[in-house]
C-alpha cells in the first residue's frame, strides 16, 4: 500500500508541475476485477488417485500509461501496473501493494521526416494475423526505427536485447519487418536473427522457449526466424494467415531447435453474428531426444485461440496455458463471434475446437495437461457473454469445457474432464 500511496504523490506532483512544463500529459488506463471458479484442471479422472481440484478466486489488475508529450513529433511514455493482486493478498502481506514500470520508452519523429524512432523498454510482437505471435508478443528493451518506403511499402528495422548477461552472457536480435498495403489485401513478411552469446543462462531466465528437450550446456552459434503475415478482405468474408519459422543451432546436435507454425483463420460479417473457421498446426518432437528439438525456438510467446485451454479469456486467470502453450499439436474449431442478443450492448461469443498432439510419445514434451503428443486430443467448448454497462464498463461471463483423451502410457493418466466459470469487470479509458 505504501508503493501505491507514494505513486499518487508522484503523479500528483507531475500533473501539478504541468503548467509549468512544455510538455502535455495524457493519462490511459485499464483496470480490470474478476473472480472465477475452476474445476479439474489437472484432468485427473473420477476414479484416479490425484485429487480434482477445485478453486474460487477473486483476484484485480490496474494499468496506468501516461504519455508525456512535448509536441506531436515527440512524447516519452511510461506504463505502471499495480498487481496482479489476489483478494486476500491484503493482510498476508503479498502481491497486492506490487508496483512495477512495465514500460518506459521515448517516441519520436526525425525532424522534417516521416521516420519514427523508439527507444527504451517497449511492447515487441513480431507480425501476427491469427491469435498472436507465437515467437514474441512481450516487453523488451529494444531501438525501432520505422519509415515508409512508397505510399504501400513500410519498413522497420530494430535491435532488441533479449538477455543482459553479462560479458558474453548477451542475446541480441536483430529485426526487419516489411509491411506491404496492396488495397483489400496486406502483406508483413519479417526476418529476426539473433545472436546467443555463449555465457547466456537461457535456462535461468523465462526464455526456455530457445532450448531443446534434451538440452545441455555447449555453445549456441545463433538462431533465425522468417515468417509472412497476411489479411485479406473478399467483400464481408476477411482471411487472415501467419507461416512462421525458426531454426537455432548449436555445437552439440541435441542442443538444435527448429520449426515451423501455421494458423489460418477465415470470417464472415452478418447482421445478426460473425461465423469464423480456424485451422492451426506446429511441428512437434520426434522420437529421438539426441538430434535436437523439432518444435520451433520461441521467445516470449502470447497467443491463443478459443478462451480455455490456449489462452484468449478476457480476464485475469481464466485459461490453462496462459497464451504460451508447448508447441506440437495442431487444432481445428469455430468461433460464433459478436452473436447479437436481446439487448443493446449485450454479445455472446461461442467457440468449438478440437485439438491433437503432434509430438511422439517417446519424445516428454512437457507437463500432462499443457503439452500433448501423438496419442493425446482434447476437446473445447465455450460460451462467453459480455455487456457494454457504458462506452468504457464491460462486464462478462465465460463458461468453458475441456475433455482430454490422453495416453495412459505416457502420463500415468488418461485424461478427464475441466470446467471453468469466469466473470469480470473491466473498465478503460
Known amino acids: 500500500m505504501k508503493r501505491l500511496i507514494m505513486l499518487a504523490v508522484l503523479c500528483a506532483f507531475v500533473l501539478g508541475a504541468t503548467v509549468a512544463s512544455a510538455a502535455d500529459i495524457k493519462a490511459t488506463a485499464e483496470f480490470k476485477s474478476s473472480a472465477f471458479w475452476k474445476h479439474n484442471w489437472n484432468f485427473a479422472k473420477d476414479d484416479a488417485t490425484a485429487d480434482r481440484d477445485t478453486a474460487f478466486d477473486i483476484n484485480q489488475r490496474m494499468e496506468v500509461t501516461m504519455d508525456f508529450i512535448a509536441n506531436e513529433n515527440l512524447k516519452a511514455v511510461m506504463t505502471l501496473r499495480a498487481g496482479t493482486s489476489y483478494w486476500g493478498d491484503d493482510l498476508s502481506l503479498g502481491a ?40 514474441v508478443d512481450s516487453r523488451a528493451s529494444a531501438l525501432l526505427v520505422s519509415a515508409p518506403v512508397s505510399d504501400n511499402v513500410a519498413l522497420t528495422g530494430g535491435f532488441i536485447r533479449a538477455l543482459d548477461g553479462g560479458m558474453d552472457g548477451q542475446i541480441d536480435l536483430y529485426a526487419l519487418i516489411a509491411s506491404i498495403n496492396a ?14 552469446g555463449g555465457q547466456a543462462n537461457i535456462a535461468g531466465t523465462g526464455l526456455t522457449g530457445l532450448q531443446s528437450t534434451n538440452s545441455t550446456a555447449g555453445k549456441t552459434d545463433g538462431v533465425y526466424w522468417l515468417g509472412l503475415s497476411t489479411t485479406m478482405a473478399f467483400g464481408d468474408i476477411n482471411v487472415a494467415g501467419d507461416f512462421n519459422y525458426g531454426r537455432l543451432s548449436a555445437e552439440e546436435d541435441n542442443n538444435d531447435r527448429s520449426g515451423w507454425f501455421f494458423a489460418a483463420s477465415a470470417d464472415y460479417a452478418m447482421d445478426m453474428m460473425t461465423p469464423e473457421a480456424f485451422f492451426v498446426y506446429s511441428t512437434g518432437e520426434d522420437d529421438d531426444n539426441t538430434n535436437g528439438s523439432e518444435r520451433m525456438p520461441t521467445l516470449a510467446p502470447d497467443w491463443a485461440v478459443g478462451s480455455f485451454y490456449f489462452g484468449g479469456d478476457a480476464w485475469l486467470d481464466g ?9 506440437g499439436f495442431w487444432a481445428l474449431g469455430a468461433n460464433l463471434k459478436q452473436i447479437a442478443s436481446f439487448a443493446d450492448g449485450l454479445t455472446h461469443q461461442a467457440t468449438i475446437m478440437y485439438a491433437k498432439g503432434t509430438n511422439d510419445k517417446k519424445s516428454a514434451p512437457g507437463l500432462y495437461g499443457t503439452a500433448l503428443t501423438e496419442e493425446d486430443s482434447l476437446i473445447e467448448i465455450d ?37 471453468k466459470i469466469a466473470t469480470g469487470l473491466k473498465y478503460k479509458f
Do not use: C
Open 383 to 419: 460460451f462467453n457473454t459480455y455487456y457494454k454497462v457504458y462506452d468504457a464498463l464491460t462486464i462478462g461471463l465465460e463458461l468453458g469445457y475441456l475433455n482430454l483423451d490422453a495416453d495412459k502410457d505416457v502420463w500415468g493418466d488418461d485424461g478427464g474432464s475441466a470446467y
Open 183 to 196: 488495397g483489400d489485401m496486406n502483406f508483413t513478411p519479417f526476418f529476426v536473427l539473433g545472436n546467443v
Open 319 to 327: 485459461s490453462v496455458n496462459g497464451g504460451a502453450a508447448p508447441l
Open 96 to 135: 497486492s501493494d506490487t508496483l512495477a514500470v512495465r514500460k518506459a520508452y521515448l517516441d519520436f519523429n526525425w525532424p522534417d521526416t516521416a521516420i519514427n524512432v523508439k527507444v527504451g523498454h517497449q511492447g515487441i510482437a513480431l507480425p501476427n494475423a491469427v491469435g498472436g505471435s507465437m515467437i
